[in-house]
């Protein structure tokens, strides 16, 4: 063993023993694989509703925190503290969604004295709010999208702004993201309907009301860059993610390097990217979006303080493993690398595989998967929670898994996709699969000359029956088989109590 490595095992078990992963299902499970490797024992919370979830079977000890609702459970920071606590984890990883942008837990749990795998409140406080966030970065020389200063509550004051710089405008929500609080206004007669519903919606989902007005940028690429920094002030990029396939302004399939990024282009939204990191002295791995026109001019959009769903892809193309590097972050490590060192090695594609019915318009599906078995094969992963036999819950977001698959180019990892789509066997439940294929075949996809509106223009869910039918005779040979053979492993690992969340009446699992 060489002596960085025997340098870093004593840091590790100086500073961190045992991690607590306050999420559920997939990402839980891909965090916990990762501390594994590192020698850390893992706790794992659960809702009733997941009580058989992978996740919760996996960790070294797990702890139900609640009823389904994620209010009761997965949101409830002080039941998550508790469970640290009564477990003596010394540290806590967010995941995504849930608490992982919440500045109040990330305080609380460093108040607790316990290790939080990600930004503290100060940084999450800056760039969680997109204006607070415009306002840090304007010193910067990044570019901004045309806009208001700041927050607009009147609507004639919206009116004249939208006015002076031309429409069509967008109004968004200053909170949160996800689509909500969002609305395009083409005619000036429009803007106070439209203003009123943004704000609206935005107190609703966010608790807060305010909005702000920008240029809409037509034909937008949305293109992200992911940054890591260390406690020591270093900062690197680890290059772009293209993630213009959305749905409702959620991302579906994103990729690796982008397509229409030059070396030249990439450069400077790389340093861009670690300027806004910078100018809110961040600390782990966050991500830089950034709005890219059809002229390749870009406008930074907001920073996302966390892990991103769509992580896998960096991973994939520089061989980094970036919960890892969260991790090491946390305890204090330097990165022991700096950005001359990073390459791009291949191609890299996402898809978010959803139980939802694309020809629907992406409407949620729920059920029992009655057959569940994932593709394999070179440059294949799947991450997921689910396996056969389970029921997809309502209570949470309907993505079944990631399927990410990695080729020496962009045209093979495109064909790659098409493959394990087809492999990819489930039943029981509608599914974004087909979905997948199409857009993998889609002329403009495979050009490379696509945007955000993809879904809107190009899409045509009649379609999907006949890229469906291609493989049928195929797939159900396959699930006769399986169906057949059909072994589910139904024993549960753990048991629950729905009277009453007090400490006393959680039940432990202790794996060992």
């Not at 396939?245 to 400077?268: F, G, N, Y």
């Not at 980094?320 to 590097?325: A, I, K």
């Not at 879904?455 to 088989?481: C, G, M, Q, T």
């Amino acid at each position: 063993m060489s002596s960085k490595t025997s340098a870093f095992v004593k840091l590790k078990f100086q500073y961190m023993n045992k991690l607590l992963v306050a999420n559920r299902g997939e990402i839980a499970l891909r965090i916990m694989k990762t501390a594994r490797e590192m020698g850390l024992k893992t706790v794992a919370v659960y809702s009733e509703a997941d009580a058989l979830s992978p996740h919760v079977r996996y960790a070294d000890e797990a702890v139900c925190i609640g009823p389904p609702a994620s209010g009761e459970s997965y949101l409830r920071m002080d039941k998550i503290l508790e469970v640290a606590k009564i477990t003596g984890a010394d540290a806590i990883h967010p995941g995504y969604g849930f608490l992982s942008e919440n500045a109040v837990f990330a305080d609380e749990v460093q108040k607790a004295g316990i290790i939080f795998v990600g930004p503290n409140g100060h940084s999450m406080r800056k760039m969680g709010d997109k204006l607070s966030a415009k306002e840090a970065v304007a010193h910067y020389d990044i570019p901004l999208v045309p806009g208001s200063d700041g927050e607009v509550t009147d609507t004639s004051l919206g009116r004249e702004i939208a006015n002076s710089i031309g429409y069509p405008v967008l109004i968004k929500a200053s909170a949160g993201g996800g689509g909500k609080g969002m609305r395009i206004v083409n005619r000036e007669e429009d803007v106070e309907e439209q203003m009123n519903l943004a704000i609206n919606e935005a107190r609703s989902a966010f608790g807060n009301g305010a909005v702000f007005i920008e240029k809409f940028v037509e034909k937008p690429r949305h293109i992200e860059i992911q940054v890591l920094a260390d406690k020591h002030g270093n900062v690197v990029h680890l290059f772009e993610r293209e993630c213009s396939i959305q749905r409702r302004h959620q991302k579906v399939i994103e990729e690796a390097p982008s397509s229409v990024l030059t070396p030249e282009l990439r450069k400077k939204m790389g340093e861009a990217a670690v300027k806004v990191a910078k100018a809110c002295d961040y600390i782990g791995a966050g991500t830089v979006e950034f709005l890219v026109d059809k002229n390749l001019d870009y406008y930074f959009l907001e920073m996302n303080t966390r892990l991103q769903v769509e992580h896998p892809v960096t991973e994939m193309i520089t061989g980094l493993d970036l919960v890892r590097e969260q991790i090491r972050v946390a305890m204090g490590e330097k990165l022991g690398y700096d950005q001359d060192s990073l390459q791009i090695f291949g191609h890299a594609i996402e898809a978010r595989v959803y139980a939802e019915d694309p020809r629907e318009n992406f409407m949620p599906s729920t059920g029992k998967l009655s057959v569940y078995q994932l593709p394999s094969g070179p440059g294949v992963r799947v991450d997921d929670g689910f396996e056969q036999g389970m029921q997809v819950p309502i209570y949470y977001d309907p993505m079944l898994s990631k399927l990410i698959v990695h080729a020496a180019t962009r045209e093979q990892a495109m064909d790659r996709m098409i493959r394990v789509c087809n492999e990819y066997q489930i039943h029981g439940i509608q599914h974004t699969l087909p979905f997948v294929s199409y857009v993998m075949k889609h002329p403009a996809f495979r050009s490379g000359d696509f945007d955000t509106n993809f879904v809107k223009d190009l899409f045509i869910p009649e379609e999907l029956d006949s890229i469906s039918a291609e493989s049928a005779e195929e797939a159900a040979l396959v699930v006769a088989h399986l169906l057949a053979n059909e072994s589910v492993n139904s024993a549960n690992p753990v048991t629950s109590s729905s009277e009453n969340y007090g400490i006393s009446n959680w039940k432990i699992n202790r794996k060992r």
